[in-house]
């Protein structure tokens, strides 16, 4: 099992110890990755065993809080694109240009796909300033879109290797160039996507300037001296699964010579910036927003 699948089956596993998955659908998920019965619930069992808070619940915004999702308000539309990917390979993505652009990001999905979420993060980035290009990993497959279960493009997604990923990313990364002439490109990624954000920025030089990840796993033994992105790594105060993996990411950033910082965004959980899904924290989502905008607009213009 690699680390990206031990992550998936993790990230169901938590799931359903905080109650946001029935142990029946954490199972059936956990079979597409093709675990077997007992090994499935050995894993539910562990992480049960292992959940100190409890279970994440849904909260709707306070009087206090912001009830529109940050950046929405100037967000443009985020429209679909196919371009060459390798190998001849066609990829699917979700493009989004700013007027008088001041750079370009491209923008990595979670384990659900290239969702209507996604498109409006990638929306979002283009109203603040940003072209930006979301690709769809599962493009090889038909795209997100392909899937009607999305337990299933999750389990595509688990089993797709992880050097496939890397070369899809860095197409994306060329056709936000192309798109963006002359411009500083920068990447954020969310949580499988931020996993992925860390493992771009692990494999080798790139044309990346910055890069933000919202609480992704660092990769084992991920070494940064290659990479010149200054980059802002994000977390979650009661995310203790991927915050597991922080020290790593932090003393591997200690060792490169780019600006990097770190925050750990508090009272909230995984994926918090997804106002979509029952973790979502309005108030951290806007700080998040926020420093990302700031981050962006010292290192990339």
Known sequence: MTPL????AEEIAADHADGLLNRREALRRLGLLGFGVPAAAALLAACASEQTEPPVTTQAPSAATPSTPPGMSTALMATPITFAGPGNRELQGAWAAAAQPRGGVLVVHENKGLTDHIRSVTGRFAGAGYSALAVDLLSEKGGTAAFTDP???????????QEQFLADLRAGLDELGRRVPGGRLGTTGFCFGGGLVWLLLASGPSPLDAATPFYGPFPDKGDL???????????????ARVGATRPAAEAALQRTAAPHEIWVAPNADHAFFNDTGPRYAPAAAEEAWRRVLAWYAAHLG
């Not at 699948?5 to 998936?8: D, K």
């Not at 001296?225 to 995310?239: H, M, P, Q, R």
């Open 5 to 8: 699948q031990r992550y998936i």
């Open 151 to 161: 337990a299933q493009a999750t389990a595509e997604l688990s089993n797709t290797p």
């Open 225 to 239: 001296s290659a990479a010149k992105a200054a980059v802002l790594g994000i977390y979650a105060e009661a995310d």
